[in-house]
């Protein structure tokens, strides 16, 4: 079927745009949600009036998800789990736990679609979850996931302490290849001196 876009449909088309579609995704989805119409003759004379507006409401959600982005980025949600002894979680987190989670933290609406999850969280830790809001508009929460009964709290200390304690972190420590470097240099110059001095004796 030949329709023209009423609005913007992530994906498929922007709105003032005429397309042909599937005739099931036209006459379930698009036109009842009024997201577009049968290219009739009238609606293909009201195209310039169609693109203006949905060029108007493109700019308003924009404008809408980026000041959804400043409110949601950073955002720090916990979520309790049952967990065996290896960390383990009996079950695992999903998208629509985060966006749930989410939801009540904040108390903004936050749909699953948005929670850019690659595969559920099956172990107690933190992680950082995008957030894709639109096109061009991201942000990033971190989610701990603790066993029942734990503090999540304690949780997250732990790991800051673990990132605290590895390697890179002291930049000051002198690696020990270099020192035993140094001291291999120092025995050399002793054994030089010696023989110096072995050779005068000689002379003499």
Same mark, same amino acid.
């Given at each position: 079927?030949?329709?023209?876009?009423?609005?913007?449909?992530?994906?498929?088309?922007?709105?003032?745009?005429?397309?042909?579609?599937?005739?099931?995704?036209?006459?379930?989805?698009?036109?009842?949600?009024?997201?577009?119409?049968?290219?009739?003759?009238n609606n293909l004379q009201r195209i310039h009036?169609?693109?203006?507006?949905?060029?108007? !409401?493109?700019?308003? &959600?924009?404008?809408?998800?980026?000041? *959804?982005? +400043?409110?949601?980025? /950073?955002?720090? $949600? !916990?979520?309790?789990? &049952?967990?065996?002894?290896?960390?383990? *979680?009996? +079950?695992?987190?999903? /998208?629509?736990? $985060?966006?749930?989670?989410?939801?009540?933290?904040?108390?903004?609406?936050?749909?699953?679609?948005?929670?850019?999850?690659?595969?559920?969280?099956?172990?107690?830790?933190?992680?950082?979850?995008?957030?894709?809001?639109?096109?061009?508009?991201?942000?990033?929460?971190?989610?701990?996931?603790?066993?029942?009964?734990?503090?999540p709290f304690e949780l997250v200390a732990e790991?800051?302490?673990?990132?605290?304690?590895?390697?890179?972190?002291?930049?000051?420590?002198?690696?020990?290849?270099e020192a035993d470097l140094n001291s291999i240099?120092?025995?050399?110059?002793?054994?030089?001196?010696?023989?110096?001095?072995?050779?005068?004796?000689?002379?003499?």
């Amino acid at each position: 079927m030949r329709v023209v876009f009423i609005e913007d449909v992530e994906g498929v088309a922007l709105g003032g745009e005429v397309k042909e579609v599937k005739n099931g995704f036209a006459r379930n989805y698009l036109i009842p949600k009024n997201l577009a119409a049968p290219a009739t003759h009238n609606n293909l004379q009201r195209i310039h009036k169609l693109t203006k507006d949905a060029a108007l !409401t493109r700019a308003h &959600r924009l404008d809408e998800m980026k000041n *959804l982005a +400043g409110n949601l980025d /950073g955002s720090e $949600i !916990t979520i309790e789990m &049952r967990a065996g002894a290896n960390n383990r *979680l009996y +079950g695992s987190v999903t /998208g629509t736990m $985060i966006a749930d989670a989410l939801a009540e933290e904040t108390g903004i609406p936050i749909e699953r679609r948005l929670v850019q999850l690659d595969d559920p969280i099956r172990e107690v830790g933190t992680y950082e979850v995008p957030l894709r809001l639109i096109a061009d508009v991201s942000a990033s929460i971190k989610v701990t996931v603790y066993a029942t009964g734990t503090d999540p709290f304690e949780l997250v200390a732990e790991e800051d302490d673990a990132q605290e304690d590895t390697p890179e972190d002291n930049p000051n420590q002198e690696p020990a290849e270099e020192a035993d470097l140094n001291s291999i240099e120092v025995l050399d110059e002793s054994s030089d001196t010696e023989k110096e001095e072995l050779a005068e004796e000689d002379s003499e």
